[in-house]
Every structure is written in structure tokens, then in C-alpha cells.
């Protein structure tokens, strides 16, 4: 006789508990014989919550399973193979449909209606159970942050944790470097970007030891009240959805619970730089006005980046694009080297592209020398994929759907357990039909790459003007462009330099 044996543990308390890993494969093992097997293949998933189903080890029992690889399946109690009871039904039946046995170390397990229905009891049982400790926990945790005390230690800058009185300490060395970052704003009027180069030139050491400072490090800190003494405890939801995914939400304010700490700087100086920040802010909106007719759509050929508009020159003010890797704070203090690739003026550029394409509506023949008929566009192929998608994961829930109304008609089901069920399940299809309808819409708008009467077509309707405004130039372009690929090539430099490109345009 097979037989493959399931065992589980996702910490370590649970190990101390009795159920460590040792403990559950003694015992399978001497049941399966016990049973008459013969040859025994064991599943271990080691650190995994039972919280969901998708588990690298159990994933592997139930493809053998299906392909009944298996005389006998035994674990050592029901909640190790599962504590949700829709998940715990789910891997029975498969077991049942294989033709394999399923057996319990610890209960006694049946396939009989009377079996199958207190096997139930005990999955509802366990999730009840996982429930609760959910809800203790929380309780915990409330009633710990009521008392003015820190949950867990984030280990935030500039502070160290004290583990007796559960709050923070201030770190004096740490703490002088924030205090620099907040006068760097509030007094030297500097940016993210520039307080960032003014950190890494002086050598500053950044938070958890990296080696640059980084433009979202020092934002963090500008913007985090724990820096003015106050921290919010139960400010965010956190809902697991999946073995390794968290969704963070954020609750309404009225739940945040505020927690005192020793403050670094003082409440005037924090609100300060929160108004200096913003003032930073919309300065950046308003220095970003100018358009320009390529503005997004041009990639570096070197490298592959997006470039953007970069200036120079006080008088002349002349703009280029440039790779972003040599302009983005990121790039710049996150110790990776920028793209070698020169500047390109946008002038030279704009006027190129522009002007290429009304050669083809002055004389269209030639567009058959320049374009060929490109594959289907990728937009195309991804929303087709993800309706695909869709549509399986449709076909399971409906028949999940159908399981659980054969359970219940079976009365292996509380009416309250089917209806939540059934309910959860009905709004992930209200979901998933209104996702497809989101991509059908889209989909209808995305046109598959276009042939050469169509493009030649395209633009007559948009090149057809003596005269156009900056906005004109722009809708023309941008309704026959998807992306514009260039390198400078020239090796002049200096006024009066004369840039030679290479271009390569990507047609809509």
C-alpha cells in the first residue's frame, strides 16, 4: 500500500505545543503502518500558516493525490491540513475522489454522512478557534497602546527601544543627525534631493546601514510625527492574503490610539518643514509647466530608462532629455552608476520626430519603406491574458459554488456556514464581472498593431494642417507615436555643437 503522510507547523510555539515536526512524523508514520503501508512519501511544509491553502508541500500532496498516486493519506489532525473548514472540505473530497483513504492521527474520521458531518463540527471548531486568537491579540495590543506603551519596536532613527517600559529612548547620535535634516529644511530651505546629497558628501551614516541616503529615507523622517513626540498606534489594518502578502489599509482616524515618546525636535519645527515640503512641492508643479512634444514617450537607446527634461544655462535656458538615471535622487544616492549616454536637446529631437513624420503625409508612398507591419501590441496580449485569467478563475469559484450547495443539500454544512459560503463567494464573482467588464471597455479601445493603410491613414487625418499650435503638434504626434528611441552619437560639445541622433520610433 502508498501512503504519504502531511505534517505542518507555522511557529515555533506550536512546536513547544506538541506539535513540532518530529512529533506529528512519529506518529503518521507508525499510523500508516499500523494501516498496512508499504511505502510511505512524507510532505513537510515547515513555517507555513494554515490560514491558506496555497502551501508549496501540500500543493505537491494534491497533484499526487489527483494523478491517485495513493492508497492512504494521513495527517496528524485535522487543523494541520487546514484551519479554514471550505479548505479542509475541499482536500477531503479530492482524497475521496482519488479512491485513497484519509485518516486522522488524533480523530477518528469516517466517510460515512455522520462522519463527514462532524468532521465538519471540528473544521468550524478550528476556525472559530483562529478567530479568537485573532481577536485576543488585538485586544492585547489595544489595550497595550491605551496604557501609552510601544506594540513592537519598528527600531525608528534616532531612537532606541527600551524593552522594560516598552517605549522608545532617544538616540543622541542618531538623534543629532535628524535634527540636521530638519534644519537642512526648515532654515537652509533644501529639498529631499539636495539634503540627501548634503548627508552622503559629509559621510553621514543612513538609517539601517546602507550605504547612501536615499530621497524617500529622509521624506520618512520630515513627515513621521514620531519625530515631535507622538506616535499612532492602530493606524493601519493589516489582512493577510497570502503565505507571504500582507494589504495594509488605513482605519479611520478615530481609532488611531496616540502614544507619547520623547520628542527629537519641537512641534513648531515639525510644522515647518511640513510647510516647506509642500512649498517644495508645488514649486516642482510649477517648474514642470513647460511641455514639451515628446515629453514621455522618449527612451534611452543606451540603457533602456525613461528620459526627462533637464535644463542648463541661466539665460538661454536650454532643455534636453536626459536618461533618468542621471537625474532621479534615487539613482543618485543609491550608489548605482548612471547611464553613460549624452543629453539630447529637445529642440533637436522634437523638431526630428515632428517633422519625420509630415514627410509621410506630404508624400505617403514612402511609408511602406520605413514601417512594416508590426506583431499584436503587448497592451493587447496583456488584457487578453488577464481576461483569461478571469474566466478561470470565474469557472473555479462557480464550481466551488456548486460544491458547497452539494455539501449543504448533504448536510455536511450549517445553513449559517453555506450562506457565508456562498455569500463570500458571489462577491468575489460581482468582482471578477466587474473586472471584466474594466478590461472589455479597455480592450475595445486598444487597437491591435495597425497596418500600413491605416497608419498612412492616421496620419493624413492628423498631419493634414499648414499651421499648427504647440497642442496641435502634440495630439498629431502623440495619435500615431508610442515610443521614441535615442542616442546622441556626435562627439561635439559646447555652444555652437551641431548633435547628430539616431532615432527609432515605435508606431502605434
Known amino acids: 500500500m502508498n501512503a504519504a ?12 505545543k506538541g506539535y513540532s515536526l518530529d512529533t506529528q512524523l ?7 503502518c499500523e494501516l498496512g503501508a508499504t511505502t510511505i512519501e512524507e510532505y513537510v511544509d515547515d513555517g507555513y500558516s494554515a490560514e491558506f491553502i496555497e502551501r508549496p508541500n501540500l500543493t505537491r500532496l494534491r497533484k499526487a493525490v489527483k494523478a491517485k498516486e495513493f492508497d492512504l493519506v494521513v495527517f496528524y489532525d485535522p487543523d494541520r491540513m487546514a484551519r479554514n473548514l471550505l479548505h479542509q472540505l475541499i482536500i477531503a473530497e479530492e482524497i475521496d475522489k482519488s479512491g485513497a483513504e484519509l485518516k486522522f492521527v488524533i480523530v477518528n474520521y469516517d466517510q460515512s454522512p455522520d462522519g463527514r458531518f462532524m468532521f465538519g463540527i471540528r473544521g468550524l471548531l478550528a476556525q472559530l478557534e483562529k478567530e479568537k486568537i485573532k481577536e485576543r491579540t488585538m485586544r492585547g495590543k489595544r489595550g497595550k497602546a491605551a496604557k501609552g506603551m510601544v506594540i513592537s519596536d519598528t527600531k525608528p532613527f534616532g531612537y532606541s527601544y527600551d524593552a522594560d517600559k516598552s517605549s522608545y ?3 543622541e547620535d542618531e538623534a543629532n543627525i535628524v535634527r540636521m535634516i530638519f534644519n537642512f529644511i526648515v532654515t537652509n530651505k533644501m529639498g529631499t534631493a539636495r539634503i540627501c546629497k548634503e548627508l552622503n558628501a559629509r559621510g553621514i551614516p543612513s538609517p539601517r546601514a546602507k550605504k547612501y541616503w536615499i530621497v524617500s529615507s529622509v521624506y520618512r ?14 493606524k493601519y489594518r493589516y489582512e493577510k492574503i497570502g503565505l507571504h502578502k500582507k494589504k495594509r489599509t488605513l482605519r479611520p482616524e478615530s481609532e488611531w490610539i496616540p502614544i507619547s515618546v520623547p520628542a527629537i525636535i519641537d512641534e513648531v519645527t515639525w510644522q515647518a518643514a511640513q510647510k516647506q515640503l509642500q512649498e517644495n512641492k508645488d514649486f516642482a508643479k510649477r517648474n514642470g509647466k513647460r511641455d514639451y512634444l515628446l515629453n514621455g514617450l522618449v527612451t534611452c537607446a543606451h540603457c533602456g530608462r525613461a528620459m526627462v527634461i533637464s ?30 549616454a549624452r543629453q539630447v536637446p529637445t529642440k533637436v529631437l522634437d523638431e526630428y520626430v515632428f517633422n519625420y513624420l509630415l514627410e509621410f503625409y506630404h508624400n ?13 501590441g503587448k497592451d493587447l496580449q496583456k488584457h487578453k491574458a488577464a481576461l483569461e485569467q478571469m474566466g478561470n478563475a470565474e469557472k473555479e469559484l462557480i464550481k466551488q459554488r456548486d460544491t458547497v450547495l452539494r455539501w449543504f443539500r448533504q448536510k455536511m454544512l450549517t445553513e449559517n456556514d453555506a450562506e ?18 474594466t478590461y472589455e471597455a479597455e480592450l475595445a479601445t486598444i487597437a491591435p498593431a495597425r497596418s500600413t493603410a491605416e497608419i498612412a491613414a492616421t496620419i493624413k487625418t492628423n498631419f493634414h494642417k499648414g499651421n499648427f499650435t504647440s497642442d496641435e503638434k502634440k495630439a498629431a504626434v502623440r495619435a500615431i507615436m508610442d515610443r521614441v528611441i535615442v542616442e546622441r552619437v556626435d562627439n561635439t560639445r559646447g555652444r555652437g555643437s551641431c548633435p547628430q541622433i539616431n532615432v527609432q520610433l515605435k508606431l502605434k
Open 364 to 376: 505617403p508612398d514612402t511609408l511602406t519603406e520605413h514601417i512594416q507591419a508590426a506583431p499584436e
Open 311 to 340: 535644463h542648463s544655462g541661466c539665460k538661454e535656458h536650454i532643455s534636453y532629455y536626459a536618461c533618468l538615471s542621471q537625474k532621479s535622487a534615487s539613482y543618485a544616492y543609491s550608489g548605482q552608476k548612471p547611464c553613460t
Open 221 to 234: 523622517i520630515l513627515t513621521n510625527t514620531l519625530y515631535k513626540g507622538i506616535i499612532y498606534s492602530m
Open 26 to 32: 512519529a506518529a503518521c508514520r507508525k499510523c500508516a
Open 169 to 171: 529612548a532617544i538616540n
Open 5 to 16: 503522510i502531511y505534517v505542518r507547523v507555522s511557529t515555533d510555539q506550536q512546536a513547544e
Open 420 to 437: 457565508n459560503q456562498l455569500k463570500d463567494i458571489s462577491c468575489q464573482l460581482a468582482d471578477i464581472a466587474q473586472m471584466k467588464k
